[in-house]
C-alpha cells in the first residue's frame, strides 16, 4: 500500500536534496570572493583560471600568464565608508560618559571589529559579530562571519537565524563544528561525534538566544542577500586585463625575430648585447634578422579602460573621479562636490550601523557577564542596553573654519541651537559635560573680567604678581 503523506515526503525530500546543494554552490561562491577580499594570492589565481578557461583563453595560455594583483576593492569600500567611523562613536550611559564600558570596549577591540564589519558588508552584503569566551585566554573575542565561514537555517522570517553551524579548526588543525540554537550550543566533529564542552555538558544554550549581530548593507530575497557581484567580477577582469596587457607589451617591446639565411639554432637565445657571430658569409646570399610587431592600438585600449573603471565607479554610487590618477580632478572644488554626493548613502549607513552596534553591544554584555567569574581583571558593572546611547562623531573634511562660523551664526540667528550644541559637537561629549564645561569657561572669565569692557583684563603677569614666593 501506498502511504498517503508519499507526495509530501518526496517533495521535502527533494526540497532538502536542492537545498543542500543550493548552499554548496553558495558557500563555493562565497569562498571565491573571499579569495579576493582577503588578497590570497594562490586562491585568487585558481578562481581566474577556473572563470577564464576557454573564456577566451586557453588552459596553457593562464598558466603561462604572470598575474599583476592591483587592489581595486580596497580602495571602493575605502571610499564609500571613509568618515562614516573614522572616529569611535561615544558611548553614554544614563547620559554621562562611563569610564569601565569604555576600557572594556577598547579591551576587546569591539570598534575595529564594528569597522571591519563595515566595511565586509559593503562587499559581502551580510556579516555576523559574534561575541566568544575564549577558555584559554580567560577573555572576550570577537569573531566576524559571513557567507563562506557559517551556514543558517532560518526561521519563517528568513532574516532571522533558527540554527547556526560555524566550521572551526582546532590546536591539532583539524576540523570541528560549533552547533548553536535559542535552546542547543555543542560542537560535534565532521562524523557526528559529540565534543563535551567545558562547563556544559547538558549541550544547553546559556544565553537563550544565539550571540551574534547582523549587519545588512540591504535586504535580498534570502538570508544572505546579493552581495557586491559587480565589484568581485570588476577585480577579476581588471587583474586579468592588466596582467594580459603587461604580457602584450612584453611581446611588444621584444618581438619575434626572423632570421634569413642566418646560422642560428632553436638553442640560441636573443638578449642585449648578444653578437651574432657569422663565418664564412656567402655575398650572393642576402642575410637579414627582421622584427615581427603587432599592430596593436594601445592608446585606445587605455582609453576604454579608462571609461570603463569611471563608468564602474559611478555604478557603485561613487563619482567618476573617483577612478581619476589626474590631482587636478581629486582635488578642490571638485572633491568637495564628490564628498557631498557621498553624504546621502553615508546618512544611511549610520542609522544601519545605529542598530547593528546597540545590538553588537548588547550581545557582547550579555557574553561578558556570564562568563565574568573566569575573566581577567573584569569589572564591569551591570548594564541595561535601554539606558545606553550612541552618539557618531561627525567630521566635515569639506567645511572649512569660515564656513563652519557663518554656519553656526546662522543657527544661533534661527534658534536652532546654541554654544551647548556646539560645545557637544566639538567635545564629542553629552549635553551635562557640555553645561559644565560651559560654566566652567564662564567662572574663569568672570574671574580674568574679560567680559567687563570698563575693567581692565588681568593678565597672567598679574596672576602670578600675587602668588607668595616660598623662602
Known sequence: MIPETIGVDLLNQAFYMFKRQNEADRQKFYINM??????????????????????????KTLNKLFFFHDDVIE?????????VLSNN???????????????????????????????????FNCVLQMPVFDYEEKAIRLDLLQGDTCSVNTKKDYLKIRELLIPRLDENQEIYYTFWSETEHKTIRPNGENIPIKNNPQNK???????????RDSIGWD???????????????????????????????????????????DQDEMSPGYILKQENINPDITMALEYITSNTDWSSIRENEKSRREQFMVNQKLP???????????SGYAKN??????????????????????????????????????????KLGKYDINNITLQFQEINSYESEQDKWLRREKEKQYGMKDEIDFIMEDENCSEEEAISILQS???????????????????????????????
Open 337 to 378: 562636490i564628490d564628498e557631498i554626493e557621498l553624504v546621502e548613502s553615508r546618512e544611511g549607513d549610520k542609522a544601519n550601523l545605529m542598530r547593528f552596534i546597540y545590538d553588537a553591544i548588547d550581545m557582547t554584555l550579555m557574553v561578558a557577564k556570564y562568563n565574568s567569574n573566569q575573566m581577567k581583571d573584569f
Open 34 to 59: 573571499s579569495a579576493f577580499y582577503f588578497r590570497i594570492k594562490s586562491e585568487m589565481e585558481r578562481v581566474i583560471k577556473e572563470e577564464f578557461l576557454r573564456k577566451p583563453f586557453s588552459g
Open 75 to 83: 580602495k571602493i569600500i575605502s571610499r564609500k565608508t571613509a568618515g
Open 89 to 123: 562613536p561615544k558611548v553614554m550611559y544614563n547620559d554621562k560618559t562611563d569610564k569601565e564600558l569604555d576600557d572594556f570596549l577598547y579591551s576587546i577591540n569591539f570598534w575595529e571589529s564594528i569597522k571591519e564589519a563595515y566595511k565586509r558588508s559593503k562587499y
Open 441 to 471: 569657561k564662564r567662572k574663569r572669565r568672570a574671574m580674568l573680567n574679560l567680559d567687563d569692557k570698563t575693567v581692565k583684563p588681568v593678565t597672567t603677569a598679574d596672576l602670578f604678581s600675587n602668588l607668595t614666593t616660598a623662602e
Open 223 to 265: 538570508f544572505w542577500g546579493e552581495p557586491n557581484i559587480a565589484l568581485y567580477t570588476y577585480q577579476m577582469l581588471h587583474t586579468l586585463k592588466i596582467s594580459d596587457n603587461e604580457r602584450g607589451e612584453f611581446y611588444y617591446k621584444f618581438p619575434i625575430a626572423l632570421a634569413k639565411n642566418l646560422k642560428i639554432t
Open 320 to 330: 567618476a573621479s573617483s577612478a581619476s590618477a589626474d590631482i587636478k580632478v581629486l
Open 205 to 215: 544554550n546559556p544565553y537563550g538566544k544565539i550571540p551574534v549581530s547582523i549587519l
